[in-house]
């Protein structure tokens, strides 16, 4: 069973920076497609970025330029490096991770506008922005 584990929430002054890391463990597949998504409360939850495994990267706007994410294949670790935070980015930050679907990794779909192909989730953590 594929566990997902992220790290490093917390709180933070507007302006300033968090690296989040998603440390992976039980693969029997070699991963496709990782991504971080966030919710906030009262609102639906966003896809902030992907990276699939030949390093292409995609991002939502609202992030471009401000956000990283990377990974250190070693590790099976998941970054997601935040720079210039601001205050409409306070929520709940969760990686995922694809399933192995052949089908996802035939058609290079991946993106963090598609929930769907995500199959494994983290349990979260919090980011909170202060002015």
């Known amino acids: 069973q594929v566990q997902l584990v992220e790290s490093g929430g917390g709180s933070v002054q507007a302006g300033g920076s968090l690296r989040l890391s998603c440390t992976a463990s039980?693969?029997?597949?070699?991963?496709?497609?990782m991504g971080w998504f966030r919710q906030a409360p009262g609102k639906e939850r966003e896809g902030v970025a992907s990276?699939?495994?030949?390093?292409?990267?995609k991002y939502a706007d609202s992030v471009k330029g401000r956000f990283t994410i990377s990974r250190d294949t070693a590790q099976n670790t998941l970054y997601l490096q935040m720079n210039s935070l601001e205050p409409e980015d306070p929520a709940i930050y969760y990686c995922?991770?694809?399933?192995?679907?052949?089908?996802?990794?035939?058609?290079?779909?991946?993106?963090?506008?598609?929930?769907?192909?995500?199959?494994?989730w983290g349990q979260g953590t919090q980011v909170t922005v202060f002015a």
């Open positions: 039980g693969y029997y597949y070699t991963p496709f497609c």
């Open positions: 995922a991770v694809d399933g192995g679907s052949a089908r996802i990794r035939y058609q290079r779909a991946c993106t963090p506008t598609i929930p769907t192909l995500f199959a494994y």
């Open positions: 990276l699939d495994d030949d390093g292409s990267t």
